[in-house]
């Protein structure tokens, strides 16, 4: 189980090889949510996105012989990149099991890497079994997006920035909102926050017809969703919250909120707009809920996390639309 | 005359008030130009680009008095933006002097934070001339956008970003490149890296027919371009460096650059898509630079300024489909 002491830790192990993300903040966006908004932009971490803390805190962690066997993972695209370019960093031989309708930027960049990808059926088949399967026959180390104690550990390395930068700014009291998939981000953030400030506390936010941390929170148990595809937020779409990752939700975050798909991409043109920072739908859920829901966040400032900005330019130019009206 | 001094002097007024802007990178832009490039993302400085930092340095350093009588400055708008944000944080009035052909974003933005906008013809008037003139009718201090020397003191603070990040990396030796209008950044930035670090170059980096910085360096006198419009740089269109700024330009820059409007617009383009920020033109002409141009780079390391995003939608959209091919 994670515990703060693993994430100061993984902290030690990624300095030097992580970016220290801004928290960048527009008064128009203050003013469309009549709350302070400060982004933390995990878009501007390597590979594009927060995950490649989890992927280096793990894979720093293996010894020699364990690196020179590889590792294996499976992803929708985001962990993909951030495990294949760490274990490039360490020579680390890599598999990465891939939904055939991920993003082409990140099936791209993850064998641009260095990574071998295998492709599945999001509705045929079932990705753990897939990795658990080709990790055995070749006895690769599966480095588990969310349910990997050490992945949360370096996860949570960025909520020691969020407590240092809101004390730099003089941030007293806040709602952290972190999108939420199978957990791994708000689990780990959550874990430092409660060591370092108790008066930032985290809350999930998911999209449309995917909102089972939501629920879970709600019910105390862990709830499914229905559709385990047909949304735009690829990057957040796992059935369910995990048991490790839950059993942190459920003891130190507040309630769930749910953006709509519209919302989603308003939040990208926005931060287009105002941030200069490029979100994919996944990584915008924050900054929608910020945007677009005031009335269900009760302080006055809102720390966002901006988790990923691996957009495909379709969608991206989509998004722009919302700004011709 | 500024010296670095006023650079030190300038950064601790700024400090608390500026952005820290990240010096991001990308293994697929190193793959492209076969070196190193680091971008220092000045489009994430409030009111997305660098001339903040001059704007603040001017109006922090005015009297109280003087404070209450207000200010105007003339720009093409990232400099407009700048100094009516500031200008507004320390409750001055505030006029500002634009191009009729400005782009909307920056005409729209410089009017939200709260300046009065005075729009002229690029091509039929002076906006010195009119400028002058109503800072003299109404008594208000003109912020020159770069031959004042507390704005390039401003401007120079980023360059005492970029040495203290160079030297976290460990990079021993790098160009530096800067686009270049008027002179007020890169004088800053020369300034400050000629007193911290030796090895650190900067270069002027321009667009095509718009080299007057590059052709003044090479005669050792003030050169000026025959035309006044007619790039999509729109930030550094400025006939002639300044006075001021040239005399630093010629005793610290090495040789300058020149980009195509078609390399400035695939900039655009690949940090969208490899480091998830949004460039303006002429805020991207440094990477272009380092992107195709290396052969005219003598170092392995290069250090690339992006001084702004507030780019229109129409010129964003047409830079991304050079990622269509």
């Given at each position: 189980m994670t515990d703060f002491a693993m994430i100061k830790e993984a902290q030690r192990r990624l300095e030097k090889h992580s970016n220290y993300t801004p928290l960048l903040n527009s008064p128009f966006l203050d003013k469309i949510a009549g709350k302070r908004i400060h982004l933390k932009?995990?878009?501007?971490?390597?590979?594009?996105?927060?995950k490649f803390r989890g992927a280096w805190s793990f894979i720093s962690n293996l010894t020699e012989e364990e690196r020179k066997g590889g590792v294996i993972a499976f992803s929708s695209g985001n962990h993909a990149q951030g495990v294949s370019a760490a274990a490039k960093a360490f020579g680390s031989p890599c598999i990465i099991v891939m939904p055939k309708d991920a993003p082409e930027v990140k099936i791209n960049n993850t064998r641009n890497y260095g990574a071998e990808v295998v492709l599945y059926d999001r509705n045929k088949e079932v990705r753990e079994d897939i990795g658990l399967d080709i990790a055995k026959k070749k006895n690769l180390k599966l480095i588990h997006p969310y349910e990997e104690s050490l992945v949360i550990a370096g996860q949570g390395t960025t909520g020691l920035e969020i407590a240092q930068q809101v004390q730099y700014k003089g941030i007293t009291n806040a709602d952290v909102l972190v999108c939420c998939g199978g957990g791994g981000l708000i689990s780990g953030i959550a874990l430092a926050l409660s060591e370092l400030n108790q008066n930032l506390k985290t809350r999930p936010v998911e999209p449309e017809n995917f909102d089972d941390t939501k629920k879970s929170l709600e019910q105390g148990k862990i709830v499914t969703n229905k559709n385990v595809s047909g949304s735009i937020?690829?990057?957040?779409?796992?059935?369910q919250p995990g048991e490790n990752t839950f059993k942190i939700i459920k003891k130190l975050c507040k309630a769930g909120l749910v953006v709509s798909e519209e919302q989603v991409l308003k939040a990208i043109a926005l931060a287009f707009l105002h941030l200069k920072v490029i979100l994919e739908p996944g990584g915008a859920v924050a900054l929608a809920a910020a945007l677009f829901l005031p009335?269900?966040?009760?302080?006055?400032q809102v720390i966002v996390v901006?988790?990923?900005?691996?957009?495909?330019r379709e969608i991206f130019r989509k998004a722009l639309t919302f700004l011709d009206v």
């Open positions: 932009a995990e878009c501007l971490q390597k590979t594009g996105s927060f937020c690829d990057a957040i779409l796992t059935p009335q269900l966040i009760e302080t006055e901006g988790t990923g900005g691996n957009i495909d």
